[in-house]
């Protein structure tokens, strides 16, 4: 079975200051990670993406995250905080794949990340 | 483009109705998700259709009814429901195989209020 563990269900920082929003996975097999934002009332935007290339991996909006096997973390950082980056961050874990197609995503129970001026 | 399309953005009903949420993608992908998500809460897996067969139904109610048209539409029946169903409904697509399989993109989501 697969499971995420993101600590701090609410993270505040400074506008300007760096983001650190964390993330543990558990896994059998070499996972696949994900990043997703969320703005109030709307969906999941994929933020970025580990599926075993690069351990450092860039997404949107200046958001990076490394892979690190020997932590089994996935921490999502970015330098510089703004007040557009307030939302909910979810993070996920996929198997590798359905019988048939498809595939299963196991999220995080999400931290909800506040910028303050 | 990576667009899922969810109609209507809101919905309210009664616990009498009978409505429809659909869900359109026009990126080729073969899988497609509905998800719940409460307020504060991870999404939560319904159903997976692969190549426009259900491949998984995470012990949904029976009031909830999925069907799958073509590869490029998802609908989600809804039957006597209850008010605790209130929720966002979440449409998902991913290409389903392949290296870039596993990778969901979500729509907005219909936001549903049953009174």
């Known amino acids: 079975a697969q499971s995420v563990t993101q600590l701090g269900s609410h993270v505040s920082v400074s506008e300007g200051a760096l983001v650190l929003l964390r993330c543990n996975y558990s896994?059998?097999?070499?996972?696949?990670l994900f990043w997703y934002v969320q703005y109030p009332n709307q969906g999941l935007q994929l933020l970025l993406k580990?599926?075993?290339?690069?351990?450092l991996v860039k997404g949107i909006n200046g958001f990076e995250a490394e892979f690190k096997k020997s932590e089994t973390s996935f921490h999502l950082t970015k330098p510089s905080a703004h007040m557009s980056d307030a939302a909910e961050y979810f993070c996920?874990?996929?198997?590798?794949?359905?019988?048939?197609?498809?595939?299963?995503?196991?999220f995080g129970t999400g931290t909800q990340l506040k910028v303050e001026l | 483009d990576t667009e899922v399309t969810q109609t209507p953005k809101h919905l309210v009903m009664g616990m009498t109705n009978k409505k429809s949420l659909k869900c359109e993608q026009h990126?080729?992908?073969?899988?497609m998700y509905w998800y719940k998500q409460k307020a504060k809460k991870p999404p939560e897996l319904m159903f997976v259709?692969?190549?426009?067969?259900?491949?998984i139904n995470e012990s949904v109610p029976s009031r909830f009814s999925p069907e799958c048209p073509n590869s490029s539409l998802l609908n989600l029946h809804l039957h006597a429901l209850q008010p605790e169903d209130s929720a966002l409904y979440l449409c998902?697509?991913?290409?389903?195989?392949?290296?870039?399989?596993?990778?969901?993109?979500f729509g907005a989501g219909t936001r549903l209020s049953v009174l």
């Open positions: 998902a697509s991913s290409q389903g195989q392949g290296p870039s399989g596993n990778i969901q993109y």
């Open positions: 896994s059998s097999v070499p996972p696949y």
């Open positions: 580990y599926t075993s290339a690069a351990t």
């Open positions: 996920a874990v996929s198997d590798h794949g359905l019988t048939g197609g498809g595939n299963k995503l196991t």
């Open positions: 990126m080729g992908h073969r899988a």
């Open positions: 259709y692969s190549y426009e067969k259900l491949s």
